[in-house]
């Protein structure tokens, strides 16, 4: 069987659709619409509000003759609503759209409108009686490519369906049984099919994707429980009970620890002095303060005659917690000995390092992905912690549980997952969310502009250097590229400097930098030496410089909002007001409207819920999917009760053929 099997496919429409990646029946069935048209009650002008497509109902002024351009054939009419504003419409290549249609009849015209500029395009027409039998039902909208129209999709689909429907095609076995579906409220696939392509009304789309976003959630949840399996509990060899040297050192900081902050060491600790060991998420926001948290339970664990170790997920920031806990212990004379390991070591200075480690001459060690990668024994390592966990695999993660004997183990991460989520992802995980932003902190101001506001960034930029604070700028490329229109890291820094002259300084970051030359940029913008630092988004994940004011991010269109939103993470983490501002360079109107999700909340967990209402699947903010992985039906903030179920049912479900090799990067 194939596509040629299908009554009205030919060699031509089969050619057509393998453009779209259809080259067999399943994949014809499994071409969900990509939208629905729903003939709605027919509306004026004003009703329309965000719709970009709607059905108004008018009556049509005037209609020209049918005029070429280039190779178009254009017709424009003009029609005028029930509260007498008036559309210019607008029809390609549909010249016999004239013989259809009289000038001061009433239709309603089905189009794509552009609200400011009062405009319809391409309207479909139907007069009041033909629309009157449409009202309520639905129509798919397919995605289309060259030679292939929406009619064609719906009616191959249609046979397909016939086919599926006789029994002629199958469509593989139902994974669960009858009654698992019937309990459950889960339609069965073949119906779903048959609804998805044609509902006939909202309900029944509604049912039919339901039952497709349990099968996908229910094939994501295999796949991760095949890819972890971790007793659930160990022996804690390792008890740390609250040192008092820790409660010292909390007591001296320089700031309180946040509420949620304490409640989560609490949580630490009483965890690491139980009976079994920890096994720990912390979940937070940007800038909520993991790094203290983290930084407390490495120095209780070595209080209590133990080794800690902390690994980050770039050598930028492997560095800057070196840095910090360096600078922090010796203000508050720890005699503890830290020390750093990243791949770019020289293999005689590792060796150095694995010795002292293993003699227990290191009491923290702080590193990349080097710590699990290289053959180091500790003597006797207490607690693993890894920054910014979406950024490791699922097996690196497990690779360090398995470092020196079972150690307890602590994940910190930014990714604003809803927690049905985090329970699946990390159902090995207890998890503890630091809800809250240390105290003092001003929300960051945003704005998404235009190019024309750059040289307003600019004197805005001047202006806060000359406060004593610093910015970051982002561009997305570090070198010119003919091939791209793009701002890049070198050319832009240099540009900068010029407009700037001698008062202020600008440096440059990039990935391709030798890690010696990164550090040095890094600490003399961490210590405002550096004024201005134009940078990728290298600095993206856990950059620390608390100075720094202003975030501007060239280019903003090209970014997810996962990195956006991490990036504005690197302003607002000190007591002074600081902005972020989105240069957007493109006129897409889509694009505009996902940035201003940025300017509507500084919170991770609503700019991830708004973008997946936005695109459909979002990227979930980060948590970084193969292709197979991403949800293309369910969503995993609104259908949370269907992800528990299939959670729960794949944990019951055990089936060896659903494992699957495909690497998951969280
Ligand atoms: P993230 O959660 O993004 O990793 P960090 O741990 O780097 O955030 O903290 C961001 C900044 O907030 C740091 O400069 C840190 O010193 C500061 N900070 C952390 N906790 C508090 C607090 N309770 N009060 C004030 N500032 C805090
Ligand atoms: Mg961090």
């Not at 089969?14 to 629905?36: G, T, V």
């Not at 008890?239 to 001296?252: D, G, L, Q, V």
């Not at 053959?375 to 497990?398: C, M, P, S, W």
Request: glycine share 6%; proline share 3%.
């Amino acid at each position: 069987m194939g596509l040629l099997d299908i009554k009205g496919v030919g060699e031509k429409t089969a050619a057509a659709l393998n453009k779209l990646n259809i080259f067999d029946e399943a994949d014809l069935l499994n071409y969900f619409p990509r939208n629905y048209m729903i003939y709605e009650e027919p509306m004026s002008f004003m009703d329309i509000d965000n719709r970009v497509v709607a059905p108004i109902k008018a009556v049509l002024i005037s209609l020209s003759n049918p005029v070429h351009v280039k190779k178009l054939v254009i017709v424009r009419g003009v029609i005028k609503d029930e509260a007498g504003v008036t559309l210019n419409v607008t029809w390609f290549n549909m010249p016999y759209i004239n013989k259809m249609i009289s000038v001061g009849k009433v239709y309603v015209f089905y189009g794509r409108i552009n609200k400011e500029k009062k405009t319809m395009e391409v309207p479909i027409c139907y007069t009041m009686e033909s629309y009157k039998e449409k009202l309520g039902n639905m129509q798919p909208v397919y995605k289309l490519s060259a030679g292939v129209t929406n009619n064609l999709v719906s009616k191959v689909v249609s046979e397909c369906l016939t086919m599926l429907n006789s029994g002629e095609i199958g469509m593989g076995k139902e994974l669960l049984d009858k009654d698992f579906y019937l309990k459950n409220h889960l339609m069965e696939r073949k119906g779903a099919y048959n609804k998805i392509h044609f509902p006939k009304n909202k309900k029944e789309y509604e049912d039919a994707k339901r039952r497709f976003a349990f099968d996908e959630f229910l094939e994501f949840c295999l796949k991760i429980n095949a890819l972890k399996d971790k007793p659930k509990s160990v022996n804690n060899n390792y008890i740390c009970r609250m040192n008092e040297r820790t409660k010292e050192f909390i007591n001296s900081l320089s700031f309180k620890l946040t509420n949620a902050q304490t409640k989560v060491v609490d949580e630490i600790v009483s965890d690491m002095s139980s009976q079994n060991r920890m096994n720990r998420l912390i979940q937070g926001d940007v800038g909520s303060g993991k790094t203290i948290v983290a930084i407390i339970s490495l120095m209780n664990a070595c209080f209590c005659g133990f080794q800690g170790a902390l690994m980050a997920p770039t050598e930028v920031l492997a560095n800057q917690h070196y840095e910090s806990i360096i600078k922090l212990f010796k203000e508050h004379n720890i005699d503890l000995k830290v020390a750093l390991l990243t791949g770019s070591f020289t293999a005689k200075k590792k060796k150095e390092i694995y010795d002292l480690i293993k003699k227990g001459e290191i009491d923290i060690l702080i590193g990349t992905h080097a710590l699990i990668q290289e053959k180091i024994e500790y003597k006797n390592l207490a607690l693993v912690i890894t920054d910014e966990q979406h950024r490791f695999g699922v097996k690196q993660r497990e690779a360090l549980y398995e470092k020196g004997d079972l150690p307890h183990v602590l994940v910190m991460s930014a990714t604003p997952i809803p927690r049905t989520l985090a329970i699946i992802l990390y159902g090995d995980l207890d998890i503890s969310v630091i809800d809250e932003l240390p105290a003092n902190r001003l929300p960051i101001k945003n704005a998404v502009c235009d190019e024309s506001f750059r040289p307003k960034a600019y004197s805005f930029i001047r202006q806060e250097v000359r406060k004593g604070h610093q910015a970051y700028i982002i561009c997305p490329m570090v070198s010119e590229n003919e091939m791209y229109e793009a701002c890049d890291v070198l050319s832009y820094s240099q540009t900068l400097q010029n407009i700037f002259g001698d008062e202020i300084k600008v440096e440059f970051l990039h990935g391709k930098m030798k890690p010696r030359e990164k550090d040095e940029v890094m600490k003399r913008f961490a210590t405002n030496e550096t004024n201005v630092l134009v940078s990728t988004t290298v600095v993206e994940v856990g950059v620390n410089v608390p100075n720094a004011t202003v975030m501007m991010v060239e280019n903003a269109e090209r970014f997810g909002l996962a990195s956006l939103h991490q990036l504005r993470g690197r302003v607002g983490r000190g007591n002074a007001q600081s902005y972020c501002m989105f240069i957007c360079t493109t006129k897409s109107e889509s694009a505009k409207e996902k940035l201003k999700i940025l300017e509507k909340s500084n919170d991770g967990f609503f700019v991830a819920s708004e973008d997946l209402k936005l695109r459909g699947s979002g990227d979930l903010l980060g948590v970084r999917q193969s292709g197979e992985m991403s949800f293309k039906i369910g969503n995993i903030f609104t259908d949370t009760d269907l992800l528990k179920l299939a959670s729960e049912t794949a944990k019951k479900y055990n089936n060896d053929s659903v494992v699957s090799d495909t690497e998951i990067i969280l």
